[in-house]
């Protein structure tokens, strides 16, 4: 039997790549449970798989679609870039698990004549395919389509159909995502009934420009158009014009529905009228600029990995669209068809990119990488051809992306030269290859905010090996840029995304940006006790694996939205809300839509309790203007702090959101009233005596204990020396200080001062701390003062700058506490560079529910900007803290350093108390992980800090 699966070519006996469409022509389902044995090597179970007369009966049975590796076999791998096999192309290792499938079906009665197509959506990595005995032939490229023609070889009863699948084959070498790897037959398998004088293959080309629009469909037999909305008739080949349509866009994905038909076969239309064109250096879609509010996705289930179904995908997209995103990058590779199809309903922008990806290379000084490589030519068109093909008639889709993260060479030229050829009407994106040659766009990977800004102003510094003023640098400079990954969203983060949104709406330059990324790829397990949990790469006992890289999504892998998505939903809301002196400016940075299908509605805070609340009026304002509405009239008379909320809601149900659905808001503070403090008992003060305050009237607490630290995020830990703050933390000690008291004062009845000192082992940096109590009529007023001391820049080990990532203090309170009442941002976790999301109002939650469970536990449900806090829990006196004027605070049952130790969320147990950590500032959170340094902004430089709270029981 020949060995296809180490053989470069992508495949054989394959039909041409064609369209994918919806047609009146039977379809048969091959879905479902089918035989299956898994063998250790390429060779399976042997040549007698496809021989019908082999007995099967003790067979394991699997279904189909799936991947077996999260079906009970074998174990699916997780690697960032590198090959889990040695770089020895084409070939594979002999270690190389093959899936045996077989099925045996009849065909339903009436099965036309004609001919018969057996289809499989996605087979990952390598399928050969037998019907009857007979060798129809094998294909790679995982996520691409592939057909053979059955006719003659299909009979209506007692078919058999076979399928060997390498876990491991000369196309997983193109298949270098940063993603699990997970074999089996995936995707849909399906047998297609051609009928005679049947459509196989059309390509319909629908331009829109000042609103009219062009239509033609071209198609491998004679056919008729028909668009009845439209009152159109006409046959394939012929071009019309439609004086007035309304163009398709993600803002407002109009479709005119209708059909082509032939003699023998009906196929849907779905006719999305739209022009991409790139005019000037920017990115021009029916005529006027887009930005795209984006997100790369991966296919991801944490059941069924890769394996989605359709109601998963429409959920992916509720989501999105709930959340302002407005466009996605498929990362890295074609979707499953039907994706595009509701990308085209809902209205989401595509950039489609190929199943490309040779990372692993890069431990090859990328020797040897595939699109340089004459022998790999064939099987990296194939997978364009295949992609285009495939998706050419989607509105939603408007742009090709070559692949990702593959060096360059010159299977790009050839990939290019066929992508033009066949589909002149949408750009092309390749991020990787610093010529640009093969690109109409300029992209680039998680460039800082001050990089992101010199390309808005198209004054970057060529990539590297690019000459200042040659023709490619000149050539770039003029391209709209594409951001196509940035806010590496892996655990708590990312931060910024405030600021990347802010420039990427100042420049024409900018199209748009895609979130790394939509999912976490956490794969579902349950442990011994019965908890489920989310495993990551380092959860398999495999080396090389990419460890918790792969949990870096705005969702949760059970599709429960990470406070970074809230995060995302505001930067980048489609409406600007601010005040202005007497008016409400409302900007639309839609890029189609009018403000019709929004309500606005206001409501007065005082304190963060609702005093009046309205509608507002807002004149129907176009696409990318500004109109300035008057303030609603507040009673002047409220004392208190004042918030003006406003909001823009959805007038009507979408088919994504129902009616109400906030889409963006802004808050404005009116006048500058303090908020009100409550007349409060100060309560008597115990001290022990080492200076800490352990009573306050019947509370038994223990604190304020210095703390800068805090549990490290996975933005703590980035890669290169700037990123590993947590490391350097760690180095100097900043997670373990040591405190010394110093002398207790009582200069007056009502006042005792404690000195002290707090810092690690082996060091000499530290802080010197002053608390200065005071006994006030509303509370125990305590203002702290920290002036550092010591050696901060590392001596001893090299040169370190550390910078502290929080200065507060933590009370230890007792375990019954259950529930804060705060007045600050909220009710989600805030930090110093993620808190848009983050209203200010008066919100209550329970402690438990204050955490947030991220995959691997880290520093998390912080609120910044807090007024004042309450504590409560039953059978104890309520504590509260105001801030002077504001303090960042969180409580929780453990402590960060248990935090830090966990491993899953179930680690962290009660300690039997409530830790409250009562801050001055935290560091921002940033992107660290995968990205640039923290801005100097967020962070905290060693200096002498004070702030002030009063605590009363
Ligand atoms: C990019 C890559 C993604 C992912 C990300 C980090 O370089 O394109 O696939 O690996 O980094 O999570």
Redesign the pocket.
Known sequence: MVDFHEDPVPGSGRRAARADFVSDAPRLPLNGRWRFRLSDTAGGTGPSLPDPALDDTDWDDIRVPSHWVLEGYDRPLYT??AYPFPIDPPYLPDDNATGDYRLRFDLPSGWPGGRTVLRFQGVDSCGTVWLNGELLGHSKGSRLPFEFDVTGVVRPAGNLLAVRVQRWSSGSYLED???WWLPGIFRDVELLSRPVDGIDDFTVRASYRDGSGTLSVTADVPGTVEIPELGLVFGTGERVTIDRVEPWSAERPRLYRGTLSAAGETIELAAGFRTVEIIGGRLLINGVPVLFRGV?R?EHDPDRGRSLDRDTMIRDIELMKRHNVNAVRT??YPPHPEFLRLCDEYGLWVVDECDI?T?GFIYAGWEGNPPGEPMWRDALLDRARRMVERDKNHPSVVVWSLG??SGAGAAFGDIERYIRHRDPTRPLHY?RDPSYRHSDFHSL??PSLDDLERIGQRKEDPPEGVLPESDDDVRRRGLPFLL??YA?A?GNGPGSLADYQAILESYERFCGAFV??WIDHGLAEVDSLGRRYYRHGGDIGYQPNGER??L?GLLFPDRTPSPGLGELRKAIEPVGIAVDGGFVVVTNKYDVLSLGHLAFRWRAEVDGVLEDEGTLTVPDCPARSVVRVPLPALDHGFEGEVWLTVEAVLAEAARWAPAGHVVAFGQARSGSGAHRRPARAPGRAVFSADGRLVRLGDLELDGPVFDVWRAPTENDRGQGPRNALAADWEAVGLDRFLHRRGEIERPDGDTIVVRGRSGPATRTLGFRTTYTYRRRDDGLHLLIEADPVGDWDDTAYGHLTVSPPRMGVRFALPGGYSEVTWFGRGPGESYADSHAAARVGRYTAAIDALQTPYLVPQENGNHVETRWLELSGQGLPTLRVDGEPHLDFTARRWTSEALRAARRPHDLTDSGRVWLNLDHAQQGIGSA??GPALPERYRLPVRRYTWSMTLSV
């Open positions: 960032n870039t995502q940063d993603m790369n991966h990362a890295h990806e990372h990702n993260e991020e990977m998680y196509c990954e590496h892996m790394w990324e890289f792969c870096d992980s995968c």
